[in-house]
């Protein structure tokens, strides 16, 4: 009777005080306070969402379907889906993006890019069905 749309929830937590050396792989969603010195990388069978706190510091790659910025990321970022950079994000590296929000404040030292791969096929599947 009543459906609800999924949500991207956080399921883990890295702490402010935390400091993590090496490649770190999740599923759903992470949130990050502390400090990663290495890549940080979502599965690639599902939605994720990484949210990276104004306090939070990553060096490393970035992978993720929905990233939210509000901290230091030293290396590239890759959204496949939607990439919100908050006023206090500060990113040196390349970044790559299906959808960009990007607010006053936020900095970005690198090149973006528009992945515009996915668009075609979903034009495509559109077009056909009409």
């Known amino acids: 009777m009543f459906t609800r749309k999924a949500k991207n929830t956080i399921d883990s937590l890295i702490g402010a ?50 990233v939210v910025v509000n901290g230091v990321i030293n290396g590239p970022v890759f959204s496949t889906e939607l990439l919100e950079l908050q006023p206090k994000a500060r990113i040196s590296g390349d970044v790559h993006y299906k959808t960009l929000e990007m607010l006053s404040g936020a900095l970005v030292s690198g090149k973006l890019t528009h992945d515009v791969l996915q668009e075609p096929a979903l034009l495509m599947l559109a077009a056909s069905n009409a």
């Open 17 to 66: 005080t935390t400091r993590i050396e090496g490649d770190l792989h999740f599923k759903g969603g992470l949130r990050i306070d502390g400090h990663i010195c290495g890549n940080v990388i979502a599965d690639v069978n599902g939605s994720s969402m990484l949210v990276i706190s104004e306090q939070a510091v990553i060096d490393g790659e970035v992978r993720a379907a929905h």
